[in-house]
């Protein structure tokens, strides 16, 4: 099978751990990006985009992350922006790469957006949004393409331990961790076991599901005895 993961040119990245767990499973991967370092470098905006009928496997993971703003104050362009890119851009993608696999009756589309899709995240308003759309947008891809053997799903990562992330200044990142039931961060590779998954030919007929990978950190964790008397095992 041919796969194609987007945003996958970071190391270190989200869309790389995709990548080096889907060539495991024995997939044929190819990567787009805006950035270099990938098969084919366009920006899923508005950059012509090569013919990319053939593949089996689309992992939608090209997003940005960077555009900060709260709802009073976010600029127009910066809200725009993100809305480009993550909903435009991965809608387009996916209109070069559908049509192929209903085509073939068979395909696996993964969409990659957020825990702040759900929950919302401040100083992040066109980023929780898009990715909320997100979901939206992969339950009418599913609803759409089931009787042809494509499904598509979406994997909503928490605070993951990307380059991007870690190249944040130390005590935000350590302020992350200290949120973390787990004690950690979600690693990129656990993101991408998720996305291996719906992938596969175990999860053939599973279409139309979000699954959360975020280290429980959306759980109540608050007890009404100590933190101490919490964390002890059971007798």
Not at 25 to 41: F, R, S
Request: aromatic fraction near 4%; hydrophobic fraction near 45%; glycine fraction near 10%.
């Amino acid at each position: 099978m041919k796969a194609l993961v987007t945003g996958a040119a970071r190391p270190g990245g989200i869309g790389a751990a995709i990548v080096a767990r889907l060539e495991r499973d024995g997939l044929a991967v190819e990567t787009l990006d805006v950035e270099p370092g990938c098969t084919h470098q366009v920006d899923v905006v508005d950059g012509d985009l090569p013919d990319l009928g053939h593949f089996d496997v689309l992992v939608l993971n090209a997003a940005l992350t960077t555009m900060f703003g709260a709802a009073h104050s976010m600029r127009p362009e910066r809200w725009r922006r993100d809305l480009d890119v993550n909903l435009t851009g991965t809608f387009r993608v996916l209109q070069a790469v559908l049509p192929g696999m209903r085509e073939r009756r068979l395909g696996r589309v993964v969409v990659i957006s957020s825990t702040a899709a759900v929950h919302g995240m401040p100083a992040q308003i066109a980023y929780s949004t898009s990715k909320a759309g997100l979901l939206g947008f992969m339950r009418t891809v599913a609803a759409e393409n089931a009787a042809l053997g494509v499904t598509c799903n979406a994997v909503l990562p928490g605070m993951t331990a990307s380059s991007g992330i870690l190249g944040m200044p130390k005590d935000i990142v350590d302020a992350w961790v200290d949120t973390m039931p787990m004690g950690s961060l979600v690693e990129p590779a656990d993101i991408a076991e998720a996305v291996a998954f719906f992938c596969g030919e175990a999860a053939g007929r599973v279409t139309g599901q979000a699954l959360t990978v975020d280290g429980g950190h959306a759980l109540n964790t608050m007890s009404v005895t100590s933190s101490a008397a919490s964390r002890q095992a059971p007798a």
